[in-house]
Nanobody, 120 residues
């Protein structure tokens, strides 16, 4: 059974950085993709970024492109989301997700989420 455990969220001021991580276990992830979604109060969950496990191909939402970087450490089965120049509108619960091949709109596996709060 795939398990995803996020950590590294927190409270920062606008302009600062955070680097949450997602530890993945339960299988080998060759030919899978892992990614991050986020959800703010009163809003739908939205895609943030994804990375293919084997080739490292990345995708980003337009709202975070040039500020966020997703990466993976295949030896440690961990995915990272480097978030720079954070804005108050980035405040949300960030969820790690896993899917076969590529990240779709409804990945089958999710972590429990980690809270990111950005203050002015």
């Amino acid at each position: 059974q795939v398990q995803l455990v996020e950590s590294g969220g927190g409270l920062v001021q606008a302009g600062e950085s955070l680097r949450p991580s997602c530890a993945a276990s339960g299988r080998t992830f060759t030919s899978w993709s892992l990614g991050w979604f986020r959800q703010s109060p009163g809003k739908e969950r939205e895609f943030v970024a994804s990375v293919s496990w084997s080739g490292g191909t990345t995708y980003y939402a337009d709202s975070v492109k040039d500020r966020f970087t997703i990466s993976r450490d295949t030896a440690k089965s961990t995915v990272f989301l480097q978030m720079n120049s954070l804005k108050p509108e980035d405040t949300a619960i960030y969820y790690c997700a896993a899917d076969i091949d590529y990240i779709g709109t409804s990945p089958p596996y999710w972590g429990q989420g980690t809270q990111v709060t950005v203050s002015l």
